[in-house]
Antibody, heavy 123, light 109 residues
Framework: EVQLVESGGGLVQPGGSLRLSCAAS????????MHWVRQAPGKGLEYVSA????????YYANSVKGRFTISRDNSKNTLYLQMGSLRAEDMAVYYC????????????????WGQGTLVTVSS | DIQMTQSPSSLSASVGDRVTITCRAS??????LNWYQQKPGKAPKLLIY???SLQSGVPSRFSGSGSGTDFTLTISSLQPEDFATYYC???????????FGPGTKVDIK
């Protein structure tokens, strides 16, 4: 059974840092790209960051570029999101999601999601 | 960047109703369009991929159609467990930042 379990969320002051983790099981982690998606309270889904299966390519939304770093440890089946210079607008539930390629070209889908971890930014 | 819009932003419907949600992309995305369902406090769940392909385990009352810039999600006969928020998402991007639509909330009339 595929499982993604996020951890590391919590209360942090503006300007602070936090590292989120996503532990994967039930599939060959090193074969899949992974994404972080967030959802502010009462708001919609926002793409945050993506990483290729071997970690060699990373991508960021403009809203977090230069402040967040995505990484992965395929030996530990774990995805990370290092968040720095946190702002009030970064407060959200953060989800990790597995990305499956279903067709050549642009055929991607997020078929499994974790339960999310809440990041609260407040003084 | 490709922008996604959805209409309506919310709707009220009754059990048994046929419900249609529309998603529009700011440029052609071929059929690279996914639909997700999200219930309060839960993670999104993939319903439809490639605009019209039903994800494994998803009831057949859900269907998707469209290509290019205009897409629809249809629930043929709304069930109590279908009251949720629905998001479209494009994956037609060379950088894998796959933007979501703003969501459509379906609640009970």
């Amino acid at each position: 059974e595929v499982q993604l379990v996020e951890s590391g969320g919590g209360l942090v002051q503006p300007g602070g840092s936090l590292r989120l983790s996503c532990a994967a099981s039930g599939f060959t982690f090193s074969s899949y790209a992974m994404h972080w998606v967030r959802q502010a309270p009462g708001k919609g889904l926002e793409y945050v960051s993506a990483i290729s299966s071997n970690g060699g390519s990373t991508y960021y939304a403009n809203s977090v570029k230069g402040r967040f770093t995505i990484s992965r440890d395929n030996s530990k089946n774990t995805l990370y999101l290092q968040m720095g210079s946190l702002r009030a607008e970064d407060m959200a539930v953060y989800y990790c999601a597995r990305v499956e390629r279903y067709s050549y070209g642009f055929g991607f889908r997020s078929d499994y999601w974790g339960q999310g971890t809440l990041v609260t930014v407040s003084s | 960047d490709i922008q996604m819009t959805q209409s309506p932003s919310s709707l009220s419907a009754s059990v048994g109703d046929r419900v249609t949600i529309t998603c529009r992309a700011s440029q052609s995305i071929s059929s690279y369009l996914n639909w997700y369902q999200q219930k309060p406090g839960k993670a999104p769940k993939l319903l439809i991929y490639a605009a019209s392909s039903l994800q494994s385990g998803v009831p057949s009352r859900f269907s998707g159609s469209g290509s290019g810039t205009d897409f629809t999600l249809t629930i043929s006969s709304l069930q109590p467990e279908d009251f949720a928020t629905y998001y479209c998402q494009q994956s037609y991007s060379t950088s894998p930042i796959f933007t979501f639509g703003p969501g459509t909330k379906v609640d009970i009339k």
